[in-house]
């Protein structure tokens, strides 16, 4: 498909501006470099966006089983609601008493997610659950600083964490501790208890844990750095098994990040935007983040303004929608949709713990490989040929050929059985035909991209020919 | 794989030549294979410091970063520029594509002999 | 109650059976006792769609939304086309994920290897990454890809947006390096005291142009200052104004950021906005997030991929510069259209309409006994001015369905207009104005 430039026609253009109404300006300097951007018509711009839009995979297209991603189905009433005119013409510096309904909505969310987390306060300047991360490992940092307790150098991250977790705590400024998993993929107490000290910070945890098990001993885990003088923290990435079911807060956690972009429904745009709520203990709330111009100096900031307004929007919309009733439904569906997917995959593929599993599960294909000479790449991308996203890969790094399912409460039981029927159908075709999946895909917008080659040469940007 | 024998290695799968007091540094074989194809190096520059046993850079393939270990305690004499255009080098030729030259050598990690090494790969491989 | 759960409960039962269980409780068999709420979550109760519409609709109602407004400070109400706020709400663009799996992602890995190209086009610049969260993180992020071991302190100056401040100030107390900042003279970064403060430990300076107080910085001469000091000359620009403006580029910028809203994207009460981030060739591999880069697939296709990963937090982990993850993409996609939509003669007639209204606009107050140009350097888009009766002025023009400029210190206001302000408008603004200092 030609690129938007390779379209361009001088002269084109749309008519969207009247003629100015005011005397011109000349202003003392301009830019002399052109100004290429593409010149087109409004028809030409509909349909480039359109074939762009043909050759993109949305929740709306299909099974979407991105473990650790939370796909679940977008609904069209949270989209509706963040189009309102008194939501989307509301200037963020206009003087408090014209923003009424903003401050309520943020109210509202913040309400009931305090009530879903067991936390105190809350904020929704954080754009981003890595955003979210850096904001709630801030709290920890103000509150040693706090404390005068500069000693705490160190936060300890599981070796089974999402790649933000460390990377958080070096924004941060502290030193990563990894402790290793016990074999059960849950924290080793006797390898945390190991590095618990005077210069520990704080732990990031996630539960259940990024190979959908519940650790069983988290009260222990989050006592015993309390014990120690650090805090917990709770990455929210796997909120959607426990809602309305266990709250973090209730687990021993003193902050915490939800993704709204995963558990609230709001939808991932290709990449973003989302939005990362941080909630915390009532002792970490003088914390908060806050904005300068909105709302004074003398706080941490993340971002300009209020944070991600239109995405809070959208997650009360759908908070309102499910309720006291409906969230801890969502959370068990998730979970049953998740144990019962494990079930019709075990016949073929091998979960790498088999036990009950939370809103996901973990396939482990080494023996697999070793049998067929097929990978987890080459299932995933077969899996592009059948019509279904491929589940994340290679992650949790503790899983050798790790695919990690998580197919979410929005799915259907047929949905379950085709994916699973799916699954069966590729591991037969893995003994019988390896080469054919080693080639994957046959059937999508492009075959493997030669990624050697965009790494070692970097074409990021069209240039006219 | 091949293991230069002229040359001293790390457990880290570094090698390091020393001559006229100035050590030369490389990643091996065993490396370039575990990393799969290289797309980038992250260098120093001519003057830094390198510590014994410390990262004195990375190299990243297309999934996968790893750091580069200093076998020697020094200062960096000369960094080798042609990496940063042409880093597939360190895929076809690990022993001939030097990295980095150490001069005012005045430590070194504890480094084993081709045959140690050869040893040594064979249990991790 | 509202309900996105498709499965009947006879199909939830033969399902919780097929793996074992008789009661949907056992799923949490692994939650230690105890632990388990016991009472209902202490939220109302669901409601069916149409309740929640108007509920919602309730809400937003209890917002006023101006007919006209003359306030900017960071969010710009410039015209948004049709088109521009129909086509990101398409299912696809909206409800994908992050295009790791290129074979099924070459559309929105496409829109994104667009948008980096206008970026660069509308910079000057020669690479753009995929976004971040948003201007004041790009000034953070910027700050931070300009550290080394040997230069760690940043320089910010005095008249960069608050809010911006305050964020680098905030990922700099993270990373434990000093900000320092550079005062400003007369409404513009003091360019004397900066040559003083560009001490060998300074690894970069922010500047924003126009800044805060809309006021066009020397950018060129303070570039130049930075580069002779060896620190790297980061410059946060409004991206629209560079239609007609000197491009960071041209002014001798090493890294480009900005606020992205005023390309199409509604002010929204402050998000979601876009930031963005663009760069010199040498500083490509330090730029943090996402890049779409172009290469071929095992046929010889062209293929847009997710590019230069080994840079991003879930290879490089805690030595990662950056932790981003989730960015702005679909407000990049927003953006791509909005420039592709005015093109470039739209995108340079939007910036001039804009600085001809806020001229019209300043020149008309101005001609108001007892109003004053706090400020008198030139400007784009935004000014200062003095005046008695400040509140009274403002609140008078908020009873009209017109948001006035943003009051500053004791009684200032910081105006703003947009093409979208028509002269009558404008007019109107200045009579009641003038209506109140009589």
Redesign the interface.
Known sequence: MKLIFEKSVPGRHSSLLPPCDVPAFELPETRQEPLELPELCENDVSRHYTQLCQRVHGVNCGFYPLGSCTMKYNPRIDEEAASLPGFTNVHPLAPKASVKGSLEVLDLAARYLCEISGMDGMTFQPAAGAHGEFTGVLLIKQYHDARGDKARTKIIVPDSAHGTNPATAAMCGYDVVNVASAPNGCVDLEALKAVLGPDIAGLMLTNPNTVGIFDENILEITRLVHACGGLCYYDGANLNAVMGHVRPGDMGFDCIHMNLHKTFATPHGGGGPGAGAVGCKAFLKEFLPKSALMEGEGHIQVRGFAGNFLVVVRALAYLLTLGREGVPEASANAVLNANYLMQKIKGSFTPAFDRVCMHEFVLDLSEFKKETGVSALDVAKSLIDNGMHPPTMYFPLIVHEALMLEPTETESKETLDEAAEVFRKLYDLAHTDPEYMHAAPHHAQIGRPDEVAAARNPVVRWVKA | MTINPDMKYTKSHEWVKEEDGIAVVGITDFAQDALGDVVFVNLPEAGDEVVAGESFGDVESVKAVSDLVSPVSGIVQAVNEELIDAPEMLNSDPYGAWIIKVEQVNDREELMDADDYEAFCAEEG | ???????TLQ??Q???R??GMER?E???????AG???TE????????S?L???S???A????????KT?L?G???Y?H?I?S?V?Y?P???????????Y????????L??I??Y???I???T?M???N??V?????AAAEAA?MCRDRKRSVTLISAAV???????V???C????TELRIVPCKDGKTDLDALKQMLTPDVASLVLQQPNFFGQ?EDARAIGEAVHAAKAMFILSCDPLS??????P??LGADVMVG?GQCLGL????????LGIMAATSKM??KLPG??????????G?K???L????R?????????S??????????A?TA??Y????????????A??T???A??LQAELCKLPGVELKYGG?F?QEFVTVLPKRDAVLAAL?EAGI?GG?PLGENEILWCAT?KN??AE?DRAVAIVKEVLA
């Open positions: 109650m509202g309900s996105y759960v498709p499965g199909e939830r033969e399902m919780l097929a793996i949907e056992e799923l949490y068999a692994d939650v230690p632990m388990l709420l209902p979550l202490n939220i109302p109760s669901g409601m769609e309740e929640v519409r509920k919602m609709e809400l937003a109602a209890e917002n006023k939304v101006y407004v306030r400070a960071g969010a109400d015209y086309p088109i706020k086509i709400a398409k299912e696809e663009f909206l409800t994908a994920y992050t295009p799996q290129a074979e099924m992602s070459q559309g929105i496409q829109s290897f667009e980096q190209t206008m660069c086009q509308l000057g020669d690479v753009s995929a976004s969260y948003d201007g004041a993180t931070a947006h608050p809010d911006t401040i305050n964020t100030r905030t990922y107390y993270g990373s434990n066009l560079l239609a007609i403006l000197p491009t580029k041209e606020e509604p002010i929204a009460w402050g998000g979601p906005y490509m591999r996402r890049i779409v880069g172009e290469t071929h697939d095992d046929a296709n293929a847009y991929v590019s230069l990963q080994a991003e937090q879930h290879i490089r982990r805690e030595k990662a950056s932790n981003i993850c989730s960015n702005e993409a679909l407000c996609l791509g259209l420039m592709a939509a005015m093109g470039p003669e739209g995108m340079k007639e939007a001039r309409q600085t001809a209204k001229h019209y030139a784009y908020d948001l943003l093409e028509t002269r404008l």
